[in-house]
């Protein structure tokens, strides 16, 4: 194996996606020297694919925001409204009332891509189509071994996602991935289903299944062209014996709304969720994103690891001043920001409305109690960033 660099990064971040860039982007507004001896390592190239329904929450853009970014430079959706229904018309929100949109929808290659340019223009080192292999933390730096060979950094952060490699370097007991997403990309068939193409459905109906989750259905723009992307969240999909699959899930779905399931190929992905014990860090790592764990409730994930990259930049800003970089305090820091608290009672109120198994209490809950449901939303779950 060839040595890829002889010089000491001083911090590598591993993966490209939002936590890996938003970190690098924050290094730059926080400490730009350190930005200067910053090596992101990708092992794929911008543009690349990757399975997500895009949709971005207010939180997402206030970080960008602050950052100095314009999400609207890049091709989105604005929906209109959110739906939170089980099979009944449910409850109708946005984020904030005085919004114009609920959220909004982007294709992940091309905001990926963005993202990746910016955090470029600010002056961070990106190595594509470099695949971390393993990891070796020594007393004064991480080795880190990869298709292209070695290289080394004082510190590395795991942006590389629900599959983290770098988490199972630090937390080889880290046990499965607990829930599952599959997607889809449709045509658009305004006359064959009720939802309307500006806004976002998230119906609960499968919880009848056993599926601890729901089905989506968001507005999209691809190359162009309006679709829509639908998909089924299964909270935890190792957890229950009996439930249908959840392909079958969603081609019941599809066949709901006049869609032939054979006409489109399914995509899965597990992802990890935001659990308070798990670990955040060893000497010389520590983990944002999808890697650390995400949210719990709906499988959001795009905001919260803009988040993340905000809490490592400044642990990581603060570390290299100290020059000790055990980041025994990063989960701690982690908990106390404002979006770990709202990821911690995310989690915390999946436990309680995925227990609910009864579907006539479902319904109540989407469509009787709906002032209540938003009101806890609003107030607890999200407008973290603002905080
Ligand atoms: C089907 C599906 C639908 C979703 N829909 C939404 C949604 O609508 N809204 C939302 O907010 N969230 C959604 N999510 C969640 C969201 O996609 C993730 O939470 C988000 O991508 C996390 O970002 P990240 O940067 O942590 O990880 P990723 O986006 O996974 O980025 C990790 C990066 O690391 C790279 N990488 C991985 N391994 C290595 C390696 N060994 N060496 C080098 N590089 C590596 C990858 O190529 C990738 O670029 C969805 C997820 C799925 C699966």
Redesign the pocket.
């Known amino acids: 194996m060839s040595d890829a660099a002889t010089e000491i990064w001083d911090i590598i971040i591993?993966?490209?996606?939002?936590?890996?860039t938003s970190t690098a982007l924050h290094l730059a507004q926080l400490a730009p020297d350190l930005l200067a001896k910053t090596l992101i390592?990708?092992?794929?190239r911008h543009p690349?694919p990757?399975?997500?329904?895009?949709?971005?929450?207010p939180d997402?853009e206030v970080i960008l925001r602050r950052l100095g970014l314009d999400l609207t430079e890049i091709p989105h959706v604005d929906v209109e409204w959110a739906h939170f229904d089980f099979s009944c018309p449910g409850l109708t929100m946005r984020a904030k009332d005085d919004m114009p949109y609920a959220f909004r929808?982007i294709q992940?290659d091309e905001f990926?891509a963005w993202l990746a340019e910016k955090a470029r223009q600010r002056g961070c080192v990106i190595h594509e189509n470099?695949?971390?292999?393993s990891l070796k933390v020594r007393r004064e730096y991480v080795e880190v071994e990869?298709n292209q060979g070695v290289y080394r950094g004082r510190v590395v952060v795991g942006?590389?996602?629900?599959?983290?490699?770098v988490r199972r370097a630090i937390a080889p007991k880290s046990g499965p991935l607990p829930a599952r997403?599959?997607?889809v990309y449709t045509t658009v068939k305004p006359e064959s289903t009720p939802h309307r193409f500006s806004d976002s459905y998230f119906d609960f109906i499968c919880i009848r299944d056993g599926v601890s989750g729901y089905v989506?259905d968001?507005p999209a723009l691809v190359k162009g062209q309006p679709m829509r992307?639908r998909?089924v969240y299964d909270w935890n999909h190792i957890g229950r014996a009996g439930r249908k699959p959840l392909k079958q899930v969603l081609s019941e779905e599809l066949q709901r709304h006049g869609q032939n399931p054979d006409d489109y190929p399914l995509?899965?992905?597990?992802?990890r969720w935001f659990d308070a014990q798990a670990t955040f860090s060893a000497p010389r790592v520590i983990l944002?994103?999808?890697?650390a764990g995400?949210?719990a409730l709906y499988?959001?994930?795009?905001?919260?690891?803009l988040g993340?990259g905000k809490i490592a930049a400044e642990t990581l800003r603060d570390a290299f001043q100290r020059g000790e970089f055990s980041f025994d305090g990063y989960r701690q820091r982690v908990l106390s920001d404002p979006l770990g608290i709202a990821l911690r009672r995310r989690t915390f109120f999946s436990h309680i409305i995925y227990h609910i198994t009864s579907p006539a209490l479902q319904r109540l809950i989407w469509c009787r109690l709906g002032r209540i449901v938003k009101w806890l939303v609003q107030t607890f779950l999200i407008g973290w960033a603002e905080r």
Do not use: M
Not at 41 to 44: D, I, N
Not at 288 to 291: E, N, Q, Y
């Open positions: 591993v993966g490209a996606g939002p936590a890996g390592l990708e092992k794929e690349r990757k399975l997500c329904g895009g949709g971005i929450l997402g929808v992940r990926d470099t695949s971390v292999q990869t942006a590389d996602g629900s599959n983290s490699l997403l599959l997607e989506w968001f992307n998909g995509a899965g992905h597990p992802i944002v994103g999808d890697a995400v949210d499988g959001e994930g795009i905001s919260i690891a993340y």
